[in-house]
């Protein structure tokens, strides 16, 4: 069984940093991307940044040249590095990976049971 392990989470004042980490683990074949989405109370779940196993990065609009995401291939670990935090970045962070458990098996999707991020200003 797999599961995704967040941590890094927590309060911040307007202009701070925090970095996410998010380990995966358990039957792990091979993974295809790792990323963060985050949920700000009332708005639906948006992708932050993701991340591939030959470091190809995205990073959304919204937080570019703010945040970076970067991975540990060897330990199946994603981390998000967020600076100059904002009061709109407040929100339930969610690592979520797609990956394979098995060699025969197609990709999957799984999810962390999330970390709050909170920007106060």
């Known amino acids: 069984q797999v599961q995704l392990m967040e941590s890094g989470g927590g309060l911040v004042e307007s202009g701070g940093s925090l970095t996410l980490s998010c380990a995966a683990s358990g039957r792990i074949y091979s993974i295809k991307t790792m990323a963060w989405y985050r949920q700000a109370p009332g708005k639906e779940r948006e992708l932050v940044a993701s991340i591939t196993p030959g470091g190809t990065t995205n990073v959304v609009e919204s937080v570019k040249g703010r945040f970076a995401i970067s991975g540990d291939n060897a330990n199946n670990v994603a981390y998000l590095q967020m600076n100059n935090l904002k009061p709109e970045d407040t929100a339930v962070y969610y690592c979520?990976?797609?990956?394979?458990?098995?060699?025969?098996?197609?990709?999957?999707?799984?999810w962390g049971q999330g970390t709050q991020v909170t920007v106060s200003s």
């Open positions: 979520n990976a797609d990956l394979r458990e098995w060699y025969w098996s197609g990709s999957d999707t799984y």
